[in-house]
């Protein structure tokens, strides 16, 4: 699994909503166009709104592939984060530190919190990412929260076992009360419905 279960859907959220990086179709007369394009037999098919759909219509200009000195493809950043992503194992926790920097000098704030929060998930003591996202902010973010204390976590998970209702209502007390548990009892009741 590339990202832990909560940063996938902010991730994916981001994909959608993030503007594509432009494609460049440089020509041989020196002007450079940003945008998107295909390739249609003999003809490239550039769009300056960023489509690659070979059938585009709109705004489109065509050019014979002769005309055409270089074609560049430009994924978007997160498209790129993603793979960079894939290709990490489980426990790469430097190489997603990497990454964090990586976002950061893209200027990609959003994703650099989360890839710098994922990797505090696997290890809620990691020097460089601890420091990388501020250990008083982290200490914020964490207090009460079972994807970062192993001992809540446990302690969810036996809330999650129990089948009595009644029972979980004085195990979420106790839990809020010496765990200083963030999340509030539906969560975990959604959990138990949901599994």
């Given at each position: ?10 991730l ?46 709109f ?62 998930r ?5 020097e ?19 994807d ?9 998970e036996?809330y ?36």
């Amino acid at each position: 699994m590339i990202f832990s279960r909560p940063l996938a859907p902010i991730l994916l959220i981001l994909l959608l909503v993030t503007t594509a990086a432009a494609d460049v179709v440089v020509l041989k007369n020196g002007r450079k166009l940003r945008g998107g394009y295909a390739e249609v037999g003999e003809t490239v098919v550039f769009n300056p709104y960023f489509s690659r759909h070979p059938e585009m219509v709109f705004g489109v200009e065509r050019f014979p592939r002769s005309a055409v000195k270089e074609l560049i493809r430009e994924d978007p950043p997160l498209v790129t984060l993603l793979a960079k992503l894939s290709e990490l194992g489980p426990d790469d926790l430097d190489g997603r530190l990497a990454l964090a920097e990586w976002c950061g000098e893209r200027k990609m704030k959003a994703e650099r919190l989360e890839v710098l929060l994922d990797i505090l998930r696997r290890d809620p003591a990691h020097e460089g990412a601890l420091k990388a996202y501020g250990k008083s902010k982290f200490r914020k973010v964490a207090k009460g929260n079972p994807d970062y204390d192993e001992e809540i976590r446990a302690a969810v998970e036996e809330y999650l076992a129990l089948p009595d209702p009644e029972e979980r209502k004085k195990v979420y007390a106790k839990l809020k009360r010496e765990r200083s548990i963030a999340m509030p009892q539906e969560y975990f009741d959604r959990m138990i419905r949901a599994a």
